[in-house]
């Protein structure tokens, strides 16, 4: 069965780094799109950025633009979300999702509906 399992997350102060990592199982990597999303308490899930199955194509929430990167080794089934110049925003648990059936275009990948593999989720939290 497929599996996404995300690392990296913890406190860091405003300001700061973290690299995100998530590495997928029971799946061909390459045939999939990946997102990275966060939820912060009492809030919706909403997206921070995607990836074509190439890598060659990313898409980013304007929150993320600028401070975030995502990218992939389809070598090594992992997707990884670089984000640099953190705010107390950014505090939230992040996801990892994978979707076999979205447009190598990134059309419609920036919505949490459309994804059909979700990991549990890392903690990032960003003090002041």
């Known amino acids: 069965q497929v599996q996404l399992v995300e690392s990296g997350g913890g406190l860091v102060q405003a300001g700061g780094s973290l690299r995100l990592s998530c590495a997928a199982s029971?799946?061909?990597?390459?045939?999939?799109?990946m997102g990275w999303f966060r939820q912060a308490p009492g809030k919706e899930r909403e997206v921070v950025a995607a990836i074509s199955r190439s890598g060659g194509t990313t898409s980013y929430a304007e929150s993320a633009k600028g401070r975030f990167t995502i990218s992939r080794d389809n070598t090594k089934n992992t997707v990884h979300l670089q984000m640099n110049s953190l705010k107390p925003e950014d505090t939230a648990v992040y996801y990892c999702?994978?979707?076999?059936?979205?447009?190598?275009?990134?059309?419609?990948?920036?919505?949490?509906?459309?994804?059909?593999?979700w990991g549990r989720g890392t903690q990032v939290t960003v003090s002041s």
């Open positions: 029971g799946l061909t990597f390459s045939s999939f799109v």
């Open positions: 999702a994978a979707e076999r059936l979205l447009s190598e275009s990134l059309y419609n990948a920036l919505f949490a509906s459309r994804y059909d593999y």
